[in-house]
């Protein structure tokens, strides 16, 4: 009887964990919420806000006029995506153009261009887009290339010496392109904090709000089971919306884990983890689940939102906003998620937000552990 | 031979000294009440006595362990009912008492057995499978008490477990609570209830952090010439 009570008042407590289950189970509405959260906002950001751009506005400037610009400039203009609608005199008049608003992207051929092709294989056209819309930018650059791509293809057809035309993209304004495939990291990184950390905090306050946590303390349990208790359930939960955000990615918005899964994988448990600790702490700060909500909402989203990189680079912040930022844990997660999920580096790649995100984790934990163990 | 003994226990918050340097014991098998005014600082002090809430100063032993160095043994020796509700309302009536029971470390062949006692002692065979929140407040709380003594704990301390409950429904929990003192549980209950303290075998009543009077009821109405507890009350708060 000794040796099953001492494994029954252990750290892992079955019953008790059984029961943080059967809260969130019976809770349906909290459940649907917290487990299509997720497939809206990847769906609303990937659908809702398409990068599809129709009839931009076009200026060329063209100083070599022979026929291999004039063909390339009339298969931009038949292009449904743009419409040449300016002539430059001169490159300098590109700055010009752009001031005004007149044009969304600028061609600039080189001098001799048709020359320079049939001679040395070899010529360059420059494509100036107004980057304060990033997305745009890139969008309207892309049509662009695979317009000059085309030609190139069309060109190799008919002669038999390789042929290279060489398109230099320069985005003015926002060399940082912000953009497209960002928003899958930031989702992940905003979604998975405020589900773990917010209903952590709150099911942990709602306790205290009751008195059962009273009763729970008066009894032999011990404080870290008690813990572990609370952090299984909703660490399984944001594992399906990992999953389901992961999905959603590959398969709908063809956003591909071009780098190893595994490694992935590692990040957002140990960034979930992080999280988790983090509602903790909050749970040990507040005394009501309101508290605990606008806590959570205003330390958690707003940050998250600005300062995590998701929407504003942080590299051009100033530097009180960017030592404010290198304590977002969703900072580093997403940093690491763009590393391996999109620009396909190795695991090694971000040891450094790995080893951040393990040093939060333990400082967190520890603390909560300790305020929850003196709180009285 | 006393399974409660305070001795000099004081708690203060910042400037406020909630609890003001209280000495007592309660005795094996008693009904202790523990009355005072809201504020008056028995809730805090019971707090200290479950280990909820470390002492100022002054020390005390419960169930023959000390609160501060022995606090898991002491926690394995009393139950506690909260002055809030204290049981989960999203969980069915066996659910409630399976999770408190596992808590305790009883095992899973004394737990069926005893809930099958306990349900057909409180007549809630029926109601089983059914979730706490959709049970009437009275039946919440003689629920509660029984799952506060589920374990068989030697003290059960009892925070104005019978607030907002209806005059008969209260007698019947009193019932409960002499039952349990029968089985040789001492039962630590605060009411403000003046009614209750004649139920108790002795009564203290704290006035401001102290305790101003600590006795049977017969004997404080004889000593106060008073004609009911709460006449008592009242002429022991007028004097302070």
Not at chain 1, 313 to 327: R, V, Y
Request: hydrophobic content about 50%; proline content about 4%.
């Amino acid at each position: 009887m000794a040796t099953k009570n001492n494994r029954r008042l252990s750290i892992i407590n079955y019953q008790l964990i059984v029961k943080e289950f059967r809260h969130i189970f019976r809770d349906t509405r909290s459940m649907l919420i917290l487990l299509a959260m997720p497939v809206v906002q990847i769906i609303l950001f990937g659908f809702a806000i398409t990068n599809e751009v129709k009839n931009a506005q076009v200026a060329v400037f063209d100083p070599s006029k022979d026929a291999a610009t004039t063909r390339l400039t009339e298969r931009i203009h038949a292009s449904r995506h743009f419409d040449v609608v300016w002539h430059l005199s001169s490159a300098a008049e590109a700055g010009e153009v752009f001031k005004e608003g007149r044009v969304n992207l600028v061609v600039v051929f080189s001098e001799n261009f048709g020359e320079n092709i049939w001679r040395t294989g070899e010529a360059t056209v420059q494509l100036i887009a107004d980057a304060t819309d990033p997305n745009q930018a890139v969008t309207l650059t892309g049509y662009a290339s695979s317009i000059i791509a085309d030609y190139r293809q069309e060109l190799l057809a008919e002669r038999s010496i390789p042929i290279r035309v060489k398109a230099q993209v320069n985005m003015l304004y926002n060399p940082q392109l912000q953009g497209a495939y960002n928003f899958v990291p930031g989702v992940m990184g905003m979604i998975l904090i405020l589900i773990c950390a917010m209903m952590t905090a709150i099911s942990v306050v709602r306790e205290k709000e009751t008195g059962t946590m009273d009763v729970l303390l008066v009894s032999p349990v011990k404080p870290l089971a008690l813990i572990f208790s609370k952090l299984v359930p909703y660490f399984a939960l944001s594992v399906v919306n990992l999953i389901t955000i992961l999905l959603l990615s590959v398969y709908v918005l063809n956003v591909p884990v071009s780098g190893s899964l595994l490694g992935l994988t590692a990040l957002s448990l140990l960034y979930i983890f992080v999280s988790l600790a983090l509602g903790m702490l909050i749970s040990t700060l507040v005394a009501t689940q309101v508290a605990a909500m606008l806590a959570s909402s205003m330390a958690l989203m707003l940050p998250v939102m600005l300062l995590s990189g998701m929407m504003f680079p942080t590299e051009n912040m100033p530097a009180i906003l960017q030592w404010l930022s290198s304590i977002v844990p969703a900072r580093w997660y997403i940093a690491g998620v763009k590393k391996l999920m999109i620009e396909g580096l190795p695991i090694a790649s971000s040891l450094k937000e790995i080893a951040i995100l393990s040093l939060m984790a333990v400082a967190l934990m520890t603390a909560s552990f300790r305020k929850l163990k003196n709180e009285h | 031979m006393s399974v409660i003994y305070a001795e000099n226990l004081t708690k203060r918050f910042g400037n406020f000294t909630a609890v003001n340097c209280i000495t007592f014991s309660v005795e094996r098998g008693e009904i202790f009440g523990f009355l005072g005014a809201n504020g008056a600082g028995k809730t805090t002090a019971m707090r200290v006595l479950c280990g909820l809430s470390k002492p100022t100063s002054g020390r005390c032993v419960v169930a023959g362990y000390d609160v501060a160095r022995e606090t898991e043994k002491v926690k394995r020796s009393i139950g506690y009912m909260s002055q809030k509700f204290s049981l989960y309302e999203d969980l069915k009536v066996w659910e409630n008492i399976r999770l408190f029971a596992g808590i305790y470390g009883m095992g899973d062949k004394m737990i069926a057995l005893k809930t099958e006692q306990t349900l057909t002692h409180l007549g809630f065979e029926a109601e089983r499978n059914t979730l706490v929140k959709a049970l009437p407040l009275g039946w919440k709380q003689k629920l509660a008490f029984s799952v506060a003594i589920f374990h068989e704990p030697e003290v059960v301390f009892l925070d104005e477990p019978t607030g907002g409950v209806d005059p008969a429904t209260r007698r019947k929990f009193w019932e409960m609570i002499y039952q349990a003192a029968e089985r040789g549980i001492t039962v630590f209950v605060t009411t403000h209830y003046m009614d209750e303290a004649e139920y108790c075998n002795r009564v203290s009543i704290m006035v401001d952090g102290r305790i101003e009077a600590l006795n049977t009821p017969k004997n404080l109405r004889q000593r106060l010439n008073a004609p009911n507890m709460d006449a008592v009350f009242q002429r022991l708060v007028q004097a302070s």
